[in-house]
């Protein structure tokens, strides 16, 4: 169960990275509506990421955490904000994310 906890804290951990981005393209109300949700996300994201490391141990933890962050910002930037979609970004994206699954495989 606390791996599915902290995979959703790496979902927020995208979520509040994407919301940083949608503040870069906003003003007014809109800008404070994102940065709410800037927050929210955040908060969400520490709170899972400390629940899963009461039982998973943190030196696997936290790279889990901050990958599955990066990836899931990298693809949110190729989708959203038409960032590069190289083919060695994409090969450099996949060995984070082999490395992530490595981790899972040999924490106990």
């Known amino acids: 169960m606390n791996w599915i906890i902290l995979i959703v804290a790496g ?3 995208s979520g509040f990275a994407f919301c940083l ?14 940065g709410a949700g800037f927050l929210a996300s955040l908060a969400l994201s520490m709170v899972l990421l400390a629940k899963a490391v009461q039982t998973l141990p943190i030196g696997t933890a936290y790279p889990v955490w901050t990958g599955i962050g990066a990836v899931g910002t990298v693809v949110l930037g190729i989708v959203f904000f038409n960032e590069s979609a190289s083919f ?9 994310i082999a490395s992530i699954v490595g981790l899972k495989m040999v924490s106990h």
């Open 11 to 13: 979902f927020f951990e």
């Open 21 to 34: 981005g949608k503040m870069k393209e906003a003003s007014g109300t809109e800008w404070y509506l994102w």
């Open 88 to 96: 060695l970004r994409l090969f450099f994206i996949t060995t984070l």
